[in-house]
């Protein structure tokens, strides 16, 4: 299964480009953060935000629609795996941070195999910022609940606007599907998005 996880930071050539990426790799998943606005077709579910989005554009069918009633991730189930979509937005306090990751880790343990993606907007060394902040260090707080494993991998940032850039964006999956030799990389292609 071909899974592209991209934050469209709202913007509408993103999300054109985003649609012709998918058709051009074949890609049977897009795990989206801060869509321009909604595709019009059923396989497109959203958080209560509407800024995490799971979008079925493959040959695979959703077996579940996902928890559209949480803010800050959704959670379809497709072949066997409960994807998350995640969104936290930097606006957030790390009060409702906090409590974004407890619902979040809550709602995984009761799911398996897990792959859990999105923006996180926290950094840690962990998965190559230059310090952990607070945030950072939440995340690996409650993501270590959880039977998964950090998927990014190399120094290529997932954010990048000017000479600014970071690792914000994140993927774990369930330990079990690593066995399956999974390849995570931050590709080279132009997206018109800052991610």
């Given at each position: ?101 407890d619902r979040l880790t809550e709602h995984a343990r009761q799911h398996y195999p897990v792959a859990i993606a999105g ?35 190399g120094n290529t940032p997932t954010f990048a606007r000017g000479e600014a850039s970071s690792t914000i964006d994140l ?25």
């Amino acid at each position: 299964m071909r899974v592209l996880q991209l934050n469209l930071n709202h913007c509408e050539a993103a999300q054109h480009l985003l649609v012709q990426t998918v058709r051009e790799l074949k890609i049977d998943l897009a795990i989206i953060s801060e869509p321009h606005k909604p595709l019009d077709t059923q396989l497109w579910v959203a958080d209560a935000s509407t800024k995490a989005v799971i979008w079925c554009c493959g040959a695979y069918p959703f077996q579940s629609g996902g928890n559209r009633d949480e803010a800050g991730f959704v959670v379809p189930k497709l072949e066997g795996i409960y994807f998350y979509s995640c969104y936290a937005p930097p606006s957030l306090t790390f009060d409702q941070f906090t409590d974004f990751l407890d619902r979040l880790t809550e709602h995984a343990r009761q799911h398996y195999p897990v792959a859990i993606a999105g923006d996180f907007n926290a950094w840690a060394v962990d998965w190559g910022s230059k310090e952990t902040n607070a945030r950072g260090q939440a995340v690996l707080e409650a993501i270590s609940s959880l039977d998964v494993v950090l998927m990014n991998s190399g120094n290529t940032p997932t954010f990048a606007r000017g000479e600014a850039s970071s690792t914000i964006d994140l993927t774990f999956v369930s330990s079990g599907l690593v066995r399956n030799d999974p390849i995570w990389k931050v590709m080279d292609i132009y997206t018109a998005s800052d991610h």
